[in-house]
């Protein structure tokens, strides 16, 4: 999935969990952490290609339909990013070092979780049992244009309820 639909997946899961149990503090770092895997795998690769040759680079990587023309560190940092199994490592240790779960990194979770079946096999298929198993899904792909006009017409109702939701609540 692009990552404004993950961060705006993020942060609507998170208004949801804060209103109902309180556990989410910041909605903003929810939603930071709901586009973080995306940022740590492809960020180095574009700011190194944007200081390189400006803004022209986007063009030579086409679609989002081909690894062509990605470096092997960006595939190695998805590995890591993209594995619930390091999402589960880090989670725990952060639980340990805090004593108490931070639960804005959760998001994190549903980050994989949306991308396992929103990525094909030819692009970047979710590797959300690395290290141990490199087991992928080919599901659909985000960037068919149906599938985006379903899943933002879906954050727009999402929004639009939790608008609603909070209005309903101040009126109460």
Request: aromatic letters at 20%; a positive charge.
């Amino acid at each position: 999935m692009d990552v404004v639909a993950h961060t705006l997946w993020a942060a609507a899961a998170a208004k949801v969990v804060k209103q109902k149990t309180k556990k989410i503090k910041s909605i903003g770092w929810a939603a930071f952490f709901g586009v973080a895997p995306d940022l740590f795998a492809f960020g180095p690769f574009f700011l190194i290609q944007l200081l390189a040759s400006g803004w022209g680079f986007l063009s030579a990587l086409g679609e989002p339909s081909s690894e062509a023309g990605i470096p092997q560190y960006v595939k190695e940092l998805y590995h890591i990013s993209h594995s619930l199994i390091i999402f589960a490592v880090v989670f725990i240790l952060i639980w340990f070092i805090r004593k108490t779960p931070y639960w804005e990194l959760s998001a994190w979770a549903l980050h994989i979780l949306i991308d396992i079946p929103t990525h094909t096999s030819r692009f970047f298929p979710t590797p959300f049992l690395w290290p141990i198993n490199n087991f992928k899904v080919s599901g659909i792909s985000w960037a068919n244009p149906w599938f985006m006009i379903i899943n933002y017409g879906l954050l727009v109702l999402a929004y639009l309820y939790l608008f609603w939701w909070r209005r309903r609540r101040a009126n109460a």
